[in-house]
Structure formats: structure tokens, C-alpha cells
């Protein structure tokens, strides 16, 4: 199953694009990218998934890399409630890592 | 969007007693759902993954007769916690996939979690 590997914290000052990254080196060429986040004390909110393409929808930007070793999740214009662990997760694996902690900072 | 609803949202019980989780996939037809676990400060932990009319795939280390899944129709799967004890308490997550349609493949849906604690 492959698995993923994503920075343990990060920082974004509000108004500004926070970049996630997260790395699946061993991913199948099957596997989807998900991206989930979870907020304090709540269940996870899906974000969004990609095969190989880059995806774009109302919440984020996905790329993925040529190789699709890795890639990043894009928030353009971070607010603060965006602050929470964001998840990046290969199926049909559906095990989370430990996520990054994201803060954004006003 | 898809909407997953958990219930009950918090329960607190006895030691020794049996508790009922139930997982409903309300706008969309869940041919698959997973059931996780969550202890404070730490990631979600998969328990073990049930397609509609058939059993549950447990994960390692977890009891299946501790556990009891049930996922016996296309929108409701039940987590039963037999004889619960205070290890047992933790925030219980479930999500729910949709059939595949299209070129595009389904993401699961997370319900908003229940915290169980056991006395």
C-alpha cells in the first residue's frame, strides 16, 4: 500500500496561498490523491482527489507531479478558518497519516 | 454534496455495557464504509472497511468481536463496542464511498464523529 509523508506544521499569514505538500512516492498508477482536513473535534471534510491531472475546484488547487510522486495542495486565499490537520491520502490505502497542522495566522 | 450522518454524536457509559454507533449515508447509496478511531492528538486510525452485504475487512490488531460491523443495506452501516471498557473510549469516526461512476473515482465521506466515554 502506498504510503504518504507530509510535513508535521506550517504557517500561512491570512490572505496569502498556503502550499501543502505531501509525498507518495510508491503510488500506483491506480491510485488516487485524496485531501481531506479535519478541524478540531469534528469528522474529516473532503477536499478534493486527483489521478494525474491538476484539479481545481471551489475550496483548492491539487497538482501533481509529472511522476506523481508527490504533490500540493493549494488554498489561494487562506482565512483563518482554515486553520486544522490537512490529510493527504492514497486509495484505496483510506489510511491517514499524521497530517500537517496548518495555521493561518491574521 | 454527500452527506454522511452519525448518531448519537456522544454517549457516556457504564463499564461492561454494549454501545450502537450508526452510520447513515443520506444522498447517496455507500457500497463501501469505513469505520476509524481517534485518540486525542493523534490521526485517524482505520478499523476496518465493509462493503454492503458482505463482511468486515478488520485491520490488524483490531478485535472483530469487540467490534461488531453491520453493514447490511446501501445507505446504514452500525458499529456495535461490546462490553465496553474505559481503554475502549475514544471518538469513533465513520465514512461512507459511493458507487464508482464516470472515469472519475468516488471520495469517501466522513460523518461528523461520536465520542464515546466509558465509566
Known amino acids: 500500500d502506498a504510503k504518504t509523508t507530509q510535513p508535521t506544521s506550517m504557517d500561512c499569514a491570512e490572505g496569502r496561498a498556503a502550499n501543502l505538500p505531501c509525498n507518495h512516492s510508491?503510488?500506483?498508477?491506480?491510485?488516487?490523491v485524496y485531501w481531506y482536513r479535519q478541524i478540531h473535534s469534528q469528522g474529516p471534510q473532503y477536499i478534493i482527489h486527483?489521478?494525474?491531472n491538476n484539479e481545481t475546484n471551489e475550496m483548492a488547487s491539487l497538482i501533481i507531479t509529472e511522476d506523481r510522486k508527490s504533490s500540493t495542495l493549494i488554498l489561494p486565499h487562506a482565512t483563518l478558518r482554515d486553520t486544522a490537520v490537512y490529510y493527504c491520502?492514497?486509495?484505496?490505502?483510506?489510511?491517514f497519516g499524521a497530517g500537517t497542522r496548518l495555521t493561518v495566522k491574521p | 454534496g454527500a452527506v454522511v450522518s452519525q448518531h448519537p454524536s456522544r454517549v457516556i457509559c457504564k463499564s461492561g455495557t454494549s454501545v450502537k454507533i450508526e452510520c447513515r449515508s443520506l444522498d447517496f447509496q455507500a457500497t463501501t464504509m469505513f469505520w476509524y478511531r481517534q485518540f486525542p492528538k493523534q490521526s485517524l486510525m482505520l478499523m476496518a472497511t465493509s462493503n454492503e452485504g458482505s463482511k468486515a475487512t478488520y485491520e490488524q490488531g483490531v478485535e472483530k468481536d469487540k467490534f461488531l460491523i453491520n453493514h447490511a443495506s446501501l445507505t446504514l452501516s452500525t458499529l456495535t463496542v461490546t462490553s465496553a471498557h474505559p481503554e475502549d473510549s475514544s471518538f469513533y469516526i465513520c465514512s461512507a464511498r459511493g458507487r464508482a461512476g464516470g472515469a472519475k473515482a468516488q471520495p469517501q465521506h466522513f460523518g461528523d464523529g461520536t465520542r464515546l466515554s466509558i465509566l
Open positions: 510508491t503510488i500506483s498508477g491506480n491510485e488516487y
Open positions: 486527483g489521478l494525474k
Open positions: 491520502i492514497v486509495r484505496p490505502n483510506m489510511r
